[in-house]
């Protein structure tokens, strides 16, 4: 699904009204039509509703929202947070619409009556400051924002709970809650950047009456993830192993023998061919115990039972004969394991995907991106992606990943509750699965086998990526569901893997 920013928004809304001669309040009565429609699902007989409006746009989509509940026979109050003076012309004719129905526009004060009278609210819309917001809440805003939260109703938010920037998702300062959100012609970035996609709740993405011909058009960098972008293709019956990838995976030392098995079991799983693990001396008897269809190989190693550098040759030769190779998981850290991967995406042609310690062998060394011979993957974390140089301190995760995807022409998986797979081209996805019951070590092992097995069964990159992720993320989702949030091990979402790549095989 592709999104938008709100600079493009605004150019669709103003090309529609002053190009195509839509009338901007057309535009607004749908605009509040949704929004009632889906306040009239959670409100019951008698219930009552309050609107809480800015004064721009928004506030009018509000106020039209209103005065269709009332129309409706629902007791309502109309909350103006602002000037009144200051309305635009459009959400003033939504307000002669409310005062026709025998509505007001009452000014927001935060007295104890009004948190009294949420109380009593099944619905609560808030429609201070949709998509427009780019500075701190303050004032009475601040004050309105914090009511919302506490009144304990359904909060539906038009277009964006107010205090997220649609753009990055930021949070700015505070922000609305919302359980619903009805935005309007294209879902936003923000909607689906963390933490603006923990405040949105459900997203409906709602038709206003521009044409489809704009928004098909609508050229977008940023797409969802949702069900109907994955599929995975049914096998040809003349197959064989030989046609599914052959993946090599460089894991492990001593006390970390989970992360390659993990790993190894999660590339099987998702369909490769076949895998080979290749890991210290000191852990081979221990892998070729764990290991049932992968084949373990050991390599030299230092005295702490890590990778040596010397094992540099061997991997390299393997790596010619596979299809894909995987660096990192369990590796631990020392000069002669940061000297291995450094030679070796140097000089390998077979795509690499780097995890755990196989990123943080290149923090420090960010300029090898520039001298690689491979197409190359980057699984971080915040955390890890920090240390290669990414800066999230001002909360736009969107952009720092896509900027570092191009500046370094690499394929970059930030992960976190929003996972984002960016591009060499600055095209980014972000995932729409997986949850709080995947907060577990061994997850990352997990997802760094997947993206290896797809890989190495020629899907292109980045949608052997995107539906690592997603395929992830769903087997997350369904082991939370039987488990429990608190429950789920990363070994759980590998036995799990066949369900949620049968589910996502079905449907595509």
Excluded at 103 to 132: K, M, Q, W, Y
Excluded at 330 to 342: D, H, K
């Amino acid at each position: 699904m592709k999104l938008t920013n709100s600079a493009q928004m605004r150019e669709m809304d103003n090309y529609a009204i002053g190009h195509l001669g839509i009338p901007g309040v057309a535009l607004m009565s749908k605009a509040a039509g949704h929004i009632a429609a889906a306040a009239m699902e959670r409100l019951s007989p008698g219930g009552r509703a309050a609107v809480f409006c800015g004064t721009g746009n928004n506030g009018g989509d509000g106020i039209g929202a209103a005065a269709y509940l009332m129309d409706k026979g629902v007791s309502v109050r109309v909350f103006l947070v602002g000037n009144a003076e200051k309305l635009t012309p459009d959400a003033k004719e939504m307000l002669k619409y409310l005062d026709s129905l025998g509505g007001s526009l009452e000014h927001f004060d935060a007295s104890p009556e009004l948190l009294r009278h949420l109380g009593d609210c099944d619905v609560v819309i808030d429609a201070i400051f949709g998509t427009g917001l780019n500075s701190e809440i303050r004032g009475d805003a601040l004050l309105a924002i914090n009511l919302i939260n506490d009144s304990g109703a359904y909060v539906i938010a038009a277009d964006m709970p107010s205090g997220v920037n649609a753009d990055t998702g930021a949070v700015m300062g505070v922000a609305v809650m919302a359980s619903t959100t009805v935005t309007f012609t294209m879902a936003k970035q923000g909607q689906f950047v963390e933490p603006g996609s923990i405040h949105c709740g459900e997203v409906r993405v709602c038709d206003i009456g521009i044409p489809s011909e704009i928004v098909d058009g609508a050229v977008s960098h940023v797409s969802a993830v949702t069900p109907e972008a994955v599929g995975l293709p049914r096998r040809r019956l003349d197959t064989h192993k030989g046609n599914y990838g052959r993946c090599l995976i460089i894991a492990g030392s001593v006390g970390y023998t989970g992360a390659p098995a993990l790993s190894a079991r999660a590339a099987s799983r998702m369909g490769a061919g076949l895998v080979y693990l290749g890991v210290p001396r000191s852990i081979y008897d221990i892998m070729a115990v764990k290991m049932d269809e992968e084949m373990p190989f050991h390599l030299p190693e230092d005295r702490q039972g890590r990778l040596a550098a010397n094992a540099a040759g061997e991997i390299l030769r393997r790596a010619d004969e596979c299809d894909v190779c995987l660096i990192g998981p369990g590796l631990g850290r020392s000069p002669e394991i940061t000297e291995l991967v450094l030679s070796i995406i140097r000089i390998v042609k077979t795509p690499v995907v780097l995890d755990a310690d196989g990123i943080n062998a290149i923090s420090g060394h960010i300029d090898i991106l520039e001298k690689t011979a491979c197409p190359l993957v980057l699984t971080p974390h915040a955390g890890e992606f920090v240390t290669l140089g990414g800066n999230l301190s001002y909360g736009d995760r969107l952009r720092e990943a896509r900027m570092f995807a191009m500046r370094n022409r690499c394929y970059l998986i930030l992960k976190g509750h929003r996972t984002i797979t960016t591009l060499p081209d600055g095209n980014a996805h972000i995932n729409t699965t997986g949850g709080p019951a995947m907060a577990k070590g061994g997850t990352g092992d997990v997802l760094s086998g997947m993206i290896a097995a797809l890989i190495g069964q020629r899907f292109p990159i980045a949608d052997a990526a995107k539906t690592a992720v997603y395929i992830h993320g769903l087997a997350g989702d369904m082991c939370a569901a039987e488990l429990g949030e608190y429950s789920v091990m990363a070994s759980d979402i590998v036995a799990m893997l066949p369900r949620a790549a049968q589910r996502v095989a079905q449907k595509g």
